[in-house]
């Protein structure tokens, strides 16, 4: 599976993005999707993470109620929905992806993710 990240860019605080993770292969839906984010000087987190079917999220308590994640799995997309945007949000957003057996697991350890896309910048103005 190969990932491509996109979606990132400048935004004001409150604002809105959305973060687009396209995937290749046919075996999308087996996978387990986690968006990471990593700001400068800080160590790599987890954002949220999303079962093969969808039907089970995670959210880290940071962007509880402000960020939804979603996937698409006949376009082989994982989507990111950051809403009331904060300058702290700022970080180098990745998604990742780990082939999993039960269809209503996720991972939340970066670990457990054995691909990876290239990050795409987020960056929160005050």
């Known amino acids: 599976v190969q990932l491509q990240a996109s979606g990132g860019g400048l935004v004001q605080a409150g604002g809105s993005l959305r973060l687009s993770c396209a995937a290749s292969?046919?075996?999308?839906?087996?996978?387990?999707k986690g968006w990471f984010r990593q700001a400068p000087g800080k160590e790599r987190e987890v954002v949220a993470a999303i079962s093969r079917s969808g039907s089970s999220t995670y959210y880290a308590d940071s962007v509880k109620g402000r960020f939804t994640i979603s996937r698409d799995n006949a376009e082989n997309t994982v989507y990111l929905q950051m809403n009331s945007l904060k300058p702290e949000d700022t970080a180098v957003y990745s998604c990742?992806?780990?082939?999993?057996?039960?269809?209503?697991?996720?991972?939340?350890?970066?670990?457990?993710?054995?691909?990876w896309g290239q990050g795409t910048l987020v960056t929160v103005s005050s």
């Open positions: 292969g046919r075996t999308f839906s087996t996978y387990a």
């Open positions: 990742a992806a780990a082939p999993v057996l039960n269809r209503n697991a996720y991972y939340i350890a970066a670990n457990n993710y054995d691909h």
